[in-house]
T-cell receptor
Framework: GENVEQHPSTLSVQEGDSAVIKCTYS??????FPWYKQELGKRPQLIID?????GEKKDQRIAVTLNKTAKHFSLHITETQPEDSAVYFC?????????????FGKGTKLTVNP | DAGITQSPRHKVTETGTPVTLRCHQT?????MYWYRQDPGHGLRLIHY???????DKGEVSDGYSVSRSKTEDFLLTLESATSSQTSVYFC???????????FGPGTRLTVL
């Protein structure tokens, strides 16, 4: 089955710097890669996702890149702000036309220092 | 919040007692999921459902059962709770068109 590795487990940056979180996956059939942000005590919230037919996707200060050959994808946050502090999870699934099972990485705790 | 609610939001129970958690959605989504979240493990799939009375096991299904008799409700049951089942449980719904999943607010379960 699918296995998703996420690095680093913790990341501390200064406000205004960029943050990068990387994930690798094992199943070459995986074709959907979402990222979730989870603030303390809250539910995971979808922030961006990418499909295997796209190499990069941007939404304001966040972007995700996908390298299918190497089977890894990354989340990039630019101009970080204290409100970006949270735990971020990557996930992968092999969609076959339905809403398929997601396999999650173990999470990255991002701290943005003012 | 995709119209998802979970009940109860917090529960403390004793080892050996049965526990049922409820997930309710208001938007008629076909796919529903139960995850547990533990420090250092991320989110792990327990069971999922792809329609009324259609369910299947996930990665960590041992000790759990589910039922879905109506589209809007997906129940997770711990037949005999153990301390290892102390966790935060999240329900999610899946959007078929986009493959995206949206989570409920979670239930914090403590088994003493």
């Amino acid at each position: 089955g699918e296995n998703v590795e996420q690095h680093p487990s913790t990341l501390s940056v200064q406000e205004g710097d960029s943050a990068v979180i990387k994930c690798t996956y094992s199943d070459s059939a995986s074709n959907y890669f979402p990222w979730y942000k989870q603030e303390l005590g809250k539910r995971p919230q979808l922030i961006i996702d990418i499909r295997s037919n796209v190499g990069e996707k941007k939404d304001q200060r966040i972007a995700v890149t996908l390298n299918k050959t190497a089977k890894h994808f990354s989340l990039h946050i630019t101009e970080t702000q204290p409100e970006d502090s949270a735990v971020y999870f990557c996930a992968a699934s092999a969609s076959q036309g339905g809403s398929e099972k997601l396999v999650f990485g173990k999470g990255t705790k991002l701290t943005v220092n003012p | 919040d995709a119209g998802i609610t979970q009940s109860p939001r917090h529960k403390v129970t004793e080892t050996g007692t049965p526990v049922t958690l409820r997930c309710h959605q208001t938007e008629n989504h076909r796919y529903m999921y139960w995850y547990r979240q533990d420090p250092g493990h991320g989110l792990r799939l327990i069971h999922y459902s792809y329609g009324v009375k259609d369910t299947d096991k996930g990665e960590v299904s041992d000790g759990y059962s589910v039922s879905r008799s109506k589209t809007e409700d997906f129940l997770l049951t711990l037949e005999s709770a153990t301390s290892s089942q102390t966790s935060v449980y999240f329900c999610a719904i899946g959007i078929i068109r986009t493959d995206t999943q949206y989570f409920g607010p979670g239930t914090r379960l403590t088994v003493l």
